[in-house]
């Protein structure tokens, strides 16, 4: 049996969250050319992302791997200064950057490299402690097991 395509491709997903659950909603609408636009309710932030250029995208904003491989870090960042602020650990002006390689087939993302810049006058069980933080944060967690993530915390600022 066919199954007819959809007449309106600006469809509206909603992705939310079941009773007794913690959950955000967010909804994504595709609007055309290889684009959506992801509005998160709470807030009413809107995104939009694009294919990448080597994937049938013009490479004009976030793709959706690229919002993977930023939830990655920011995760780790926030997760970080969720648990050690309150300690006294002032992590304000910390930075980072992460490099997303893909596989070909199947197309997904292979491995994330993650560089963090965090304070210098800390010390070595703080570094432990700060790392194991990033380490279990949200997104790694949920992460795949064969995506490989390799993550180097320099302490320079």
Do not use: W
């Amino acid at each position: 049996m066919m199954v007819p395509l959809l007449k309106d491709l600006n469809c509206l997903i909603t992705v939310g969250k079941r009773k007794n659950r913690k959950m955000v909603t967010l909804d994504i609408r595709y609007t055309g050319q290889k684009n959506c636009e992801l509005i998160h309710q709470p807030s009413g932030a809107v995104l939009h992302t694009d294919a990448p250029k080597d994937n049938q995208g013009k490479g004009e904003s976030f793709s959706p791997t690229d919002l993977l491989a930023a939830s990655l870090i920011s995760c780790m960042i926030t997760t970080m200064a969720i648990k050690a602020e309150p300690q006294g650990f002032n992590l304000k002006g910390c930075f980072g950057k992460v490099i997303k390689e893909m596989s070909s087939d199947p197309r997904k993302v292979r491995q994330l490299t993650i560089e963090i810049h965090l304070p210098k006058n800390i010390t070595a069980e703080q570094k432990t402690y700060l790392e194991n933080i990033a380490h279990g944060c949200p997104v790694k967690l949920s992460l795949a097991p064969e995506v490989i993530t390799s993550t180097t915390f320099i302490y320079d600022l």
